[in-house]
């Protein structure tokens, strides 16, 4: 099994320690303190569950010890596939407590993705809930089990079927091993993958505890705050900005929903008294166009934050008067830096920019496609480094080498300008990078998919502007033989075991693909190109 760690040059471990950032919790013993301090105060809501922070740190411990039974060890990696349910705090505490590695899924998530993750970790674990959306996921374990038979231990959130179920974990007083070094891996997450299926993010507790400490004071949380978790919880803005992490480090509460719809987080907002939460735009658009005429309470919702995407100005100035909260930007990834609008800035620049770092220590670069420094105020690349900011991937040397420079800063991807206020603003992606609706798309890793098509010749996937994702994938494809309609192949791309939000939403079929004289584009250019005439193409019908 290839060991795991994230490493910071000792200079800057030294110093991220020396000013407080890096304080040596962990997962497990943040929780504990919380459970002494706060034992009846209400921790985690979901369904008709109400766990105190004391239940959530008995369950955690009986989670771990029933891990560790089934011969899990310390150290090994479990896949944790599980929707918005409280369970997903027992689990992950569980997995901490165990000194055990959750690798985060996402419930839309399929055999593809799944397999990659358990491969790529060397996961003997998988968790999940038997069943969410009308998807049987005791299916998919089954076929886990035969694509990577390494993956010895499968446990099922309710019925287990063929498997354990969580719920029937046996009682025991077994000792349970110390708590992980404070700069050991805490879990893997998955990246947004620019270039094929996703890679994985190693966290350690120092840095991302100090992530989430620091926005859950950034965003004012307190015992008397209540989150909404209306994004699924194991995307890293859910999790983590502040998210439920930082949401129970502050002693707050958390209120899981199990969609993000009007119809569901409106009446948990008007029952819970929520005062915050965040949303990807699309979303929000939809809670701007639902508010007016609700008939749940939503005055308690102090603050609505909204990322994954670029919210437009436009759409961002709706917030206050249409739902009375104050709007809070944030613009950050998996791999660390973050951004936030702050709480009393002034309405332009919340509106305006996407926010600035969490941290002092955060060094941001923008800088020209040749590396040098752009002028102040002009678009160019981010780079960053800074102590919640990762120096390397799991087991990925390409990966690493285009990703990282020799020095330690990370290159984003993202294209930005920065105020002289120190606020960024988001112009787009320096990648062939789709964003849809917050969902981070290769568009090499669905072309692969494409061009298994027998009706496929060739196929190139761009990004395209839209009002309610922010962007959406076109397909071009060159048909060969007989060409198919457009409809079957995205049905067909479903039957592929890829997440749903992968498939094309538009096909548009082409005679050929431009080239140069000598017969070369490169993908890059070409996917821009079919991109710009595209647009140029719809514009002129206008």
Not at 78 to 105: D, K, T, W
């Amino acid at each position: 099994m290839k060991p795991l760690s994230q490493v910071w040059p000792e200079e800057f471990a030294a110093r991220y320690r020396a000013r407080g950032y890096w304080r040596g919790e962990t997962f497990s013993s943040f929780l504990r303190a919380r459970a002494a301090e706060l034992p009846d105060h209400v921790a985690v809501v979901g369904g008709e569950h109400r766990w105190t922070f004391s239940e959530l740190e008995e369950r955690a411990e009986k989670v771990a010890r029933g891990l560790l039974a089934l011969g899990l060890k310390p150290g090994d990696r479990v896949v944790v596939q599980l929707p918005n349910i409280p369970e997903f705090l027992s689990v992950v505490f569980g997995l901490f407590r165990a000194r055990l590695i959750p690798v985060y899924a996402l419930p839309a998530h399929r055999i593809v993705e799944i397999v990659h993750f358990a491969r790529t970790a060397e996961a003997r674990g998988y968790i999940v809930a038997d069943r969410h959306d009308g998807f049987d996921y005791r299916g998919l374990a089954e076929e886990v089990r035969r694509e990577v038979p390494e993956v010895e231990h499968i446990v099922v959130v309710g019925d287990g079927g063929p498997f354990i179920a969580l719920d029937a974990f046996p009682d025991s007083a077994a000792p349970l091993p110390e708590d992980a070094d404070p700069s050991d891996v805490a879990f893997l997450q998955i990246s947004g993958g620019s270039t094929g299926l996703s890679k994985l993010i190693p966290r350690t507790h120092d840095d991302y505890i100090y992530s989430f400490r620091a926005s859950a004071e950034i965003c004012k949380l307190n015992t008397d705050s209540v989150y909404l978790a209306a994004l699924p919880v194991a995307h890293n803005f859910p999790m983590s900005s502040p998210g439920v992490f930082g949401a129970l480090h502050a002693g707050s509460r958390v209120v899981l929903a199990p969609s993000p719809s009007p119809e569901v987080a409106f009446p948990l907002i008007a029952r819970e008294g929520v005062t915050i939460t965040g949303l990807v735009p699309p979303l929000a658009l939809l809670w701007l166009q639902a508010a007016p005429s609700t008939t749940h309470d939503l005055s308690s919702l102090q603050v609505l934050q909204v990322g994954g995407a670029k919210f437009l100005t436009e759409s961002a100035r709706r917030v206050k008067p249409v739902l009375g909260c104050t709007l809070q930007q944030v613009f950050g990834m998996a791999e660390g830096l973050v951004n936030y609008t702050r709480l009393d800035d002034p309405e332009e620049i919340i509106v305006s920019t996407q926010g600035r770092p969490i941290s002092a220590a955060d060094e941001v670069l923008i800088l020209d496609d040749e590396g040098n420094p752009v002028p102040e105020g002009e678009a160019g690349n981010l780079l960053t480094r800074g102590p919640y900011t990762i120096r390397a991937y799991h087991n990925n040397d390409g990966a690493n080498a285009r990703s990282f420079t020799a020095d330690g800063f990370y290159r984003t991807g993202d294209v930005v300008k920065r105020t002289p206020e120190g606020y960024l603003v988001v112009q787009g992606r320096a990648t062939d990078h789709i964003n849809r609706a917050g969902e981070k798309i290769s568009a090499e890793e669905i072309e692969d998919h494409l061009l298994a098509h027998p009706g496929v010749f060739d196929a190139a996937v761009v990004s395209l502007p839209d009002e309610f994702l922010g962007e959406r994938s076109c397909a071009f494809v060159i048909p060969q033989g007989e060409k198919p309609k457009a409809a079957a192949l995205k049905a067909w791309m479903r039957t592929r075991g890829l997440a749903d939000f992968k498939v094309p939403d538009q096909v548009v079929f082409v005679d050929a693909f431009e080239t140069t004289a000598v017969g070369k584009v490169s993908r890059k250019e070409l996917r821009a190109s079919l991109r710009r005439r595209f647009l140029e193409a719809v514009e002129a019908e206008k």
